[in-house]
């Protein structure tokens, strides 16, 4: 019963089948008790908040963080017991962190909200009632009919009805999905592809039967059943029928399609992950020791309580006239008494936890956020982009970076093809300047020039223009037109679309050659022949599949002879040919293939992926770095094999393991014990392991310690054929692994998604007095400190060893600066306590120094010390750090003398009127204060002088040696293209708040003859700066 009313209330979906049947226009049966199943509407929810939800639920987010609900137990401490301090000294600055906190996660929210917003009213077209009707993108249900027209996205996942086609077929780019840009061909079953038009379509009488939603973008079945004339036509739905939200019509000028999954449930939604709180390795240490410090604190408050009884129970110790407790107060609970005591002395020490600490913190987070958006190394120009944050409470994770994630296709590769070098019949030929020119010879040509072709060159050109499935579209028609009126071939406003970038690349070079793909008409295509116009007539298709591994198309010339074109790997291809110079060719693809290009034969043809720019030397330099890259991706086996190959991530000198095609739990499991013998045995060399999907999956299902001892034993990993939910679920089995690596995950598609949230990191493609003088002075330490030039870590990867794994957070670090805090403590107090003793007379007129005198003094200390050791950490200076540290000594003073200089009327007591004055009239209250400083510092610089010359860390000697050499931490910052963009500006700004560069000083170049580094191979030479360029 309850459950029953849980479904009517719509709190506890009923149960629903394996398949879900849609009506087409839903029309639903009129006869029967038809009940109608219920969908997901088309809303696209990214964001966490809602307006309702917003305050109990970020509140309860941030009470979970081990710091506030100490404070938060503090402050109500304060409130309901007689306290030595007020509650305003944590609850303030408490309210001011989850205030400030509230507004950054609101703020980023409320972006989510205007994204989704905009995505959900986006305008659509529907049918409706024997018309097309404009609707918001949110209104779409199951079961519409919706049109799209050229360069639109899907707005739901749509079964293909109808195109402007007459056999209904349409193409799409799946780029924001998977990161591909080819172009692939879907289709529409026979029945529905004829109605074209609203009102052929209103009449439709469809159902289509098909599985729930899943994530899996690339796997749909169901079926459709058209009703014509009283007979059922059934046919079979797969996934070349369906069209997924995201994806982009192109090269068609309209379709329509029956909308089966809408909003949360398509399958781009689905590939989304979950949004969770993300907390940094440095937050998770300080909660540590913020749980070790709230020992020490308990035991403090304990033990100060315990001695407060023992001082008590002696009668010598009898309490002043003054403080005598009434007969209420002396029969009271003495368990209430000592709780009470308890918390007295827990609110007196609670400052041993700053809550000043973590105000900083999140300032730190915030502004440091805005840095990383004004990195003009992180600026791309082209698209004058630059870097954006999402959430700041990530900034320092980039630095703890042990494994990186990344997909291949649109990340490594530019997801684009180039034409190299051809052998045509056993002659090799490079492309210059647009003409084919053969091995060793020169262009000599004039430019503009028609190139001349001998009869081997003009059919090679020929069978690449025309073996191929390419779409050409004209921007400058509204409809189909005649295909041919572009005759000349060369219109800028004509472009090629693919099914595969080697297409593309291939019929664009033939026609920078002169021998150009005009277009295809149902069975005619054309190409102009150095300026002359020929038709062929296309017999047959055979596609390329994975065991012909070539494509053929059977063509009739104009001249009625018939010609088959054929281009495929050289495994499929030149085994089959009987003439020409078979083994000359065979040389000359494997010379290719050597220098890492992609290989095709029709007579022979040759190009290769472009990479992104630097992709070689960023892999490189993440590998000097200790960091592990990991490269997950959807393409084919051959393909991700050569592109790892291409961009470094795999050497052609490293021992390539495969656990690919495995079809049960125990062939997966043996294979996997046979890598792990080959790693064993072989541990020597360097191991690749390439994993594919299918594999994966039986990998994890039993058998994943021995996976992951395989992989970790691996200096690079190649995943392919991997669904999104797949790319998360390796980032969540790193994760988890019992070493904790801190992860990244790199991607810009929406089947990336899921990846780039399941990482700690994720990058898409496309933050009273003596408190505020110590703090301002580490915000600013905290924002602008560099250990070494940027030059210097570019050039030298490893120094990023010397603070990953948050070894500068490390618990023996924390045990190292809790000890050196207890030691100043005690130099502050007993250092005063014995410089100012009972019979010690610090006045000139005799007079002796009271309590709030000694504090005073015991504050001015260790204001002093800190900010003084905060200097000794300091390698970098600028005048901004100059200013706040030694501003931050000068603040103390000026506000303390302000503030003890004059009567205020709103306080209780006057107890600072004159101290601070009093004690710098005292000669002797100097003299302490120096003593009592060197002892302090001392120390420190004795263990800092002594540990930097005997056990150096690396980053120590790049220091020394930029010291040695001269070059500033700041030359850098001002070598910035002077643009007209706000980039250009902002960059003056820095330039002038953090001093002028000098161009000469920064010509460095660093490489392994330098002093410290002689037996380190992992230096590269930097290439100077010009002066013209800052």
Known sequence: MIRWIRQQLGFDPPHQSDTRTVYIANKFPQHGHYIPQRFADNRIISSK??????????????????????????FLVQLMIDTPTSPITSGLPLFFVITVTAIKQGYEDWLRHKADNEVNGAPVFVVRSGSLVQTRSKNIRVGDIVRVAKDETFPADLVLLSSDRAEGTCHITTASLDGETNLKTHYAVPETAVSQSVSRLESLQAVVECQQPEADLYRFVGR??????????????????????????????????????????????????????????????????????????????????????????ENKWDEPFYNQKTDQERNSSQILKFISDFLAFLVLYNFIIPISLYVTVELQKFLGSFFIGWDLDLYHEESDQKAQVNTSDLNEELGQVEYVFTDKTGTLTENEMQFRECSINGIKYQEINGKLVPEGMTEDSPDGSVPCLN??????????????????????????????????????????????????????????????????????????????????????????DANRRRMSVILQKPSGEKVLFTKGAESA??????????????????????????????????????????????????????????????????????????????????????????????????????????????????????????????????????????????????????????????????????????????????????????????????????????????????LFEQLVHPHVLQSKPALYRDISKNSLLSFKTFLYWTFLGFCHAFVFFFGSYILMGEDTTLMGNGQMFGNWTFGTLVFTVMVITVTLKLALETHFWTWMNHFVTWGSIAFYFIFSLFYG?????????????????????????????????????????IKKVFYRHLQPTSTQKSQFIEAYQGIGCVDSMCCFSEGQNACSRLGRLVERMMGRCDPARATRSWSDSDTFFSNDRSILTLSPMEVSHC
């Open 455 to 544: 009869g081997e060159e003009e059919l090679f050109l020929k069978a690449v223009s025309l073996c191929h499935t390419v779409q050409i579209s004209y921007d400058q028609t509204d409809g189909p037109g005649d295909p041919f009126s572009h005759a000349n071939g060369f219109s800028p406003l004509m472009e090629y679309y693919a099914s595969s970038p080697d297409e593309k690349a291939l019929v664009e070079a033939t026609k920078r050659m002169g021998v150009t793909f005009i277009g295809s008409h149902g069975e005619i295509m054309e190409i102009k022949t150095l300026g002359k116009a020929e038709k062929y007539k296309l017999l047959h298709i055979l596609e390329f």
């Open 901 to 941: 200089g004059i009567i205020w009327p709103f306080l209780h007591t006057q107890d600072m009127y004159f101290v601070f004055v009093q004690l710098l009239s005292s000669g002797s209250a100097w003299f302490a204060i120096i003593i009592i400083i060197i002892t302090c510092l001392f120390p420190d610089v």
């Open 224 to 313: 459709i059943t058209v009703t014509q004339q009283g007979e059922e036509i059934v046919r079979p739905l797969g996934s070349e029928n369906l069209l997924l939200r995201g994806a982009r019509l192109k090269n068609t000028k309209e379709i329509f399609g029956v909308a089966v999954y809408t909003g949360m449930e398509s399958k781009m939604a689905l590939n989304y992950k979950c949004k969770s709180q993300k907390r940094s390795a440095v937050e998770k240490s300080m909660n540590t020791f913020l749980i070790i410090y709230l020992g020490i604190l308990l035991f403090e408050a304990i033990l100060s309580t315990i001695l407060k009884y023992a001082w008590q129970a």
């Open 49 to 74: 908040y809602t307006i309702w939800n917003f305050i109990p639920k970020n509140l309860f987010e941030q009470f979970r963080r081990i710091a506030n609900f100490y404070f938060l137990i503090i």
């Open 573 to 782: 291809v030149l085994p089959y040919t009987t003439s020409g110079e078979i083994d000359k060719t065979r040389v000359h693809v494997d010379e290719f293939a050597l220098k890492g290009l992609r290989t095709l034969v029709v007579a022979c043809r040759h190009f290769r992926l472009m990479l992104q720019d630097k992709v070689q030397e960023t892999i490189e330099s993440l590998r000097l770095a200790g960091i592990k890259v990991w490269v997950l991706t959807g393409d084919k086996h051959e393909t991700a094999v050569s592109v790892s190959l291409s961009c470094g991530h795999f050497h052609r000198t490293m021992n390539i393991l495969e656990l690919v095609q495995q079809k049960s739990d125990s062939e997966c499991a043996e294979q996997l014990r046979r890598l792990a013998r080959r790693i064993k045995e072989d541990h020597v060399i360097q191991h690749g392991l390439v994993v594919d999907g299918a594999s994966l999956s039986l990998a994890l299902r039993e058998h994943e310690k021995l996976f992951m001892e395989v992989c970790k034993n691996c200096s690079a990993v190649l995943c392919c054929r991997m669904a999104p939910l797949q790319k998360a679920k390796v980032v969540r089995l790193l994760k988890t692994s019992p070493e904790k690596p801190i992860t990244l995950a790199i991607g810009d598609g929406a089947n990336d998604v899921s990846m780039i949230q399941e990482a700690h990191v994720g990058i898409g493609r496309c933050r009273i007095g003596e408190d505020v003088a110590c703090n301002s002075n580490i915000l600013v330490y905290s």
